[in-house]
């Protein structure tokens, strides 16, 4: 084994090992973007449900109490369904984002292995 050859080695032993880290600390971030996420969901789902509350003890009678609810339970409904995309949305972006410097890395040893092939 020529010095170069090590030299070569120890480099690309590097690059991965920076590679981890990166993807480490994308990973975490993207964790911290997420669990915010989750927080203002929570925030949000509190202020409605006091919202609702307030709007329920209004009804004057069971058949406006059950148009009031009714109305509450689709908004509800829309709105989970709308954050739920949006975190998945969010979930899948950090995925992709934090594991692309270990894909470039895996892309790499492939090259090296074509080329030695």
Known sequence: M????????????????????????????????????YTSLANQSIEQTQAAVKALTTAKNPTEFQSIYSNLAKANIEAFVAEGRKLQELANSILTSSVAPISARVQAVSTLFKIAA
């Open 2 to 37: 020529t010095n170069q050859n090590f030299d070569q080695i120890v480099s690309f032993g590097k690059e991965n090992v920076e590679a981890v880290i990166k993807s480490s600390t994308l990973a975490v971030k993207g964790l911290e973007e997420l669990t915010k996420a």
